[in-house]
């Protein structure tokens, strides 16, 4: 294999840890198929025209779902209280404290456009 085909082959897999050899699942279906909540166990960002949070959940590792807003907001602000922007540390710690239950759901905005709102479940 050449130069080009092993850089190719190596930037194939563009994302984050959070989506290898997972599936994407649509929040709506995170919704519907877990209407108690999930766990999240992990997260990673994107950049596409802004970073956007990647989640893992522990009701099913095998999938990844990308944050909205305001559950990117959510995950910048877990970031931000590591203090070091230091992704690996803040998943270590959400795994150390047994993830974070939230029950995710969708609302309207004053402009009646969709976004997905999410409730602290347990603690």
Excluded at 7 to 30: H, T, W
Excluded at 91 to 114: I, W, Y
Aim: aromatic share 10%.
């Amino acid at each position: 294999m050449n130069r080009f085909a092993r850089s190719a082959k190596e930037n194939q897999k563009a994302g984050c840890p959070q989506m290898e050899n997972r599936e994407k699942v649509a929040i709506e279906d995170i919704i519907t198929d877990y209407p108690e909540g999930i766990t999240i166990t992990g997260v990673g960002f994107i950049t596409l025209e802004d970073d956007v949070a990647v989640f893992n959940f522990a009701e099913d590792e095998g999938v990844f779902f990308f944050g909205g807003k305001v559950l990117t907001d959510l995950a910048k602000s877990w970031l931000a209280e590591i203090g070091e922007g230091d992704v690996k540390k803040m998943n270590e710690e959400l795994t150390k404290d047994g993830g974070c239950m939230l029950k995710l759901s969708r609302k309207k905005n004053k402009k009646n456009q969709f976004y997905t709102a999410y409730e602290v479940i347990g603690d």
